[in-house]
């Protein structure tokens, strides 16, 4: 595992987009996992920027999300699929319908989420998977205590985490949806190549958990030890409570 402390943001989507432009470049058809959240905003941003000067196309690419709400209403602003069209889908060359997420609308939340894995098994598989992480260590929304080998689900978020994305919902806690359906740990596991971003203070006690503490469902994030090929790109704040000689 790569840990990368970055002066600037601009530093992390640079390095994240070099390796997509390539990846493209190699492969087309590649199929990237994306991320929604603040944290992978300034990548979306310099890849849209690298689409408009030319330099890459995701035409013949396709796309997974990571996770989604379940309940809110289909043009819900803060739906995650919505979320991801603004920030990034719409700004550069996907084909119809090639960025997929799960499905929060439907009345059978667990089937989809098999039929999601499924998918995701049938267009070969994540070949870059980006990620954030939560201040209690979560990755998508596999909360403490998630299996390492735990599949897309639907879940109940924690106190912590609906505390923590109420900023995107007014402040109001209550207007944040009480579950969701998510990659599992073991299928986020299965994507050939994997970038952690984590910015912040609130991140700090996750990241020093994940580079310094010992792999534990406790810490979803720490799990990425399982992983052969991880990067994780910090700012400063969320690596402020690790050691000086790993920082």
């Known amino acids: 595992m790569d840990v990368i402390i970055a002066r600037e943001i601009n530093q992390i989507a640079q390095t994240i987009a070099d390796e997509i432009e390539q990846l493209l470049r190699d492969k087309p058809t590649a199929v990237l996992g994306l991320a929604t959240g603040s944290s992978p905003l300034a990548v979306y941003d310099e890849l849209a920027r690298r689409y408009e000067a030319g330099r890459i196309s995701f035409a013949n690419a396709r796309a997974f999300m990571l996770d989604e709400y379940v309940g809110l209403p289909a043009d819900h602003p803060e739906r995650y699929f919505n979320v991801i069209m603004r920030d990034f889908v719409s700004k550069v060359d996907f084909a119809a319908d090639a960025v997929r997420g799960p499905d929060g609308l439907t009345d059978d939340p667990q089937a989809a ?7 995701i ?3 070969g598989g994540i070949d870059l998977q980006i990620l954030g992480v939560g201040s209690n260590g979560h990755i998508a929304f596999n909360e403490p205590g998630s299996a390492k080998d735990s ?6 978020l924690t106190a912590q985490t609906r505390r923590d994305n109420s900023r995107f919902f007014d402040n109001v806690v209550d207007a944040v949806p ?3 359906v998510s990659q599992g740990l073991g299928t986020i596991l299965e994507a050939r190549r994997i970038y952690l971003i984590a910015l912040g203070k609130a991140k700090a006690a996750a990241i020093h958990q994940l580079v310094e503490g010992q792999v534990s469902v406790d810490w979803p994030v720490t799990l990425l030890h399982e992983h052969s090929k991880v990067s994780v ?3 400063d704040e969320a690596a402020s409570l690790l050691s000086a000689t790993v920082a």
């Open 113 to 119: 989420a098999i039929e999601y894995d499924k998918a």
């Open 121 to 123: 098994a049938a267009a």
């Open 151 to 156: 599949r897309t689900r639907m879940l109940g």
């Open 178 to 180: 009480t579950h969701c």
């Open 233 to 235: 790109l910090l700012d």
